[in-house]
């Protein structure tokens, strides 16, 4: 069901109208609005919130509304009569048409109002937060699938990012709107940005991934391949909710991972060029690139207050993480809901022993088993800082943020998700000590 609400009033009723909107205001201000000119003149004036103008009921406002009705936009339809308006006023057949092929709620009265709010008022509202350049699929195909498997269940707000409007504010006003759920649909930077809203809150995020990695939907058991569009309503409308961990690095938002070194390199060689054309493969195609290149450095690394200096290729520190992000896998697996950061620091001192490390952690990121190479040091703790010399790139769920240092803190049952029941793993192994190792 579209969230969208149709106000229109005779002249001789858009004193009641005033009245009913004054009364409801809450419950509106979760509805997109739109009414015939002269009643949003009037609305606008007396509550405080946007009302999308149509033509005035002279000019055939009423029709324009019949349209969306038709094409299926509308949740509810008011339509305060005065059965003494005149000609000129806005006429009723054509909108009673329309909501009676399509099944939309009219309201002609005060009275048939009221119900029709009470109604609304159970009604659950999302509010979707649509990136339409994530991924390499059809934007517009992806959006018809959505609201096909959505709307049935829900009240459907769709909110388009641009390049002037960001995640993070459609997402503020979607909770300045009540929504009871937000979903983002795109890759992992515009989950990351709607979830930085939500961080702290009992809202629900709710995900369908059409990026190239969809990492956080994949770490938490969300399906990204095959119908991962379907599929990811499908989790949605079973309704699975679960706390999951998010952080905070350098203040800004964190639920997948920070790369300092080899990722950071990495990501930043898998250009939108490369991820276009290649998908997830940029990302292995890079890291063999990167993999020739990267030279060691001097790391400096606090933990609980204790500081210890290494000679590191790469260090990554995991709030949540899939098999397929080899560099934080140190400790087997990072679990999303444990309350700890895990952090994988890679110290080779040969050519040699950094191919074996290489391969090492995508052996424990297949079997779910910590690594157990000395040049490998894996921990888990709520809060680290990192310092480099010189400064290394840093990147943040998958976005290039500056350079180090970096201070990195979770932020336990932080977020609340829309996903499958978690799964432990009785192979974890935790700890917080930083091992001696040599320069």
């Known amino acids: 069901m579209a969230a969208t609400i149709a106000l229109i009033a005779h002249d001789g009723k858009k004193d009641a109208m005033v009245n009913f909107a004054k009364k409801h205001r809450p419950l509106l201000n979760r509805y997109r609005l739109i009414a015939t000119q002269t009643t949003a003149e009037r609305l606008q004036l007396e509550i405080d919130q946007p009302i999308e103008q149509m033509l005035s009921g002279t000019m055939g406002g009423d029709f324009q509304i019949a349209a969306k009705v038709i094409e299926g936009e509308i949740s509810a339809v008011i339509f305060l009569v005065d059965l003494l308006a005149t000609p000129s006023e806005p006429g009723l057949q054509a909108l009673q048409r329309a909501c009676i092929l399509h099944d939309v709620p009219l309201a002609l009265n005060l009275s048939t109002a009221e119900a029709i709010a009470d109604s609304l008022r159970l009604a659950r509202i999302a509010h ?116 999951v961990d998010a952080a905070r690095c350098n203040g800004l938002p964190m639920i997948l991972l920070a790369g300092i070194g080899f990722e950071a390199e990495m990501v930043e060689k898998a250009d939108r060029e490369a991820k276009n054309r ?29 500081v210890k200096k290494f000679h590191a290729a790469a260090v990554t520190i995991a709030n949540a993480a899939p098999p397929s992000s080899v560099m934080a896998q140190g400790a087997g697996e990072a679990i ?42 894996s921990l888990q703790t709520k809060r680290v800082k990192v310092m480099t010399n010189p400064p290394q790139k840093v990147v943040l769920d998958g976005e290039n943020i500056g350079t180090t240092p970096v201070e990195i803190e979770c932020v336990p049952g932080g977020l609340t998700t829309i996903a499958p029941p978690a799964k432990n793993n009785p192979n974890r192994e935790t700890g917080n000590e930083l091992p001696e190792l040599g320069k």
């Open 278 to 306: 290649w998908g997830a493969l940029a990302y292995i195609m890079a890291g063999f690139q990167q993999f020739n290149e990267q030279e060691l450095f001097e790391t400096e690394i606090e933990v609980e207050g204790v």
């Open 128 to 243: 979707l937060i649509f990136n339409p350049v994530s991924g390499q699929g059809n934007a517009e195909e992806d959006l018809k699938i959505i609201k096909q498997q959505l709307e049935p269940a829900m009240t459907l707000r769709v909110h388009f990012t641009t390049l002037e409007i960001g995640p993070e504010q459609l997402t503020q006003k979607a909770m300045e709107a009540r929504a009871d759920l937000i979903i983002a649909s795109g890759g992992d930077g515009t989950v990351s940005a709607v979830a930085d809203a939500l961080i702290g809150t009992d809202v629900p995020l709710g995900i369908i991934p059409r990026g190239t990695a969809n990492a956080f939907a994949v770490a938490l058991g969300i399906p990204s391949r095959l119908t991962p569009i379907r599929s990811a309503c499908q989790v949605i409308l079973n309704g699975n909710t679960r706390k």
């Open 336 to 377: 999303a809901h444990d309350g700890l950061l895990d952090v994988t620091i890679v110290a080779p001192k040969t050519d040699l022993q950094a191919i074996s490390a290489l391969a090492n952690l995508v052996g424990a990121a297949l079997l779910k088993t910590p690594t157990n190479r000395e040049e490998i040091i």
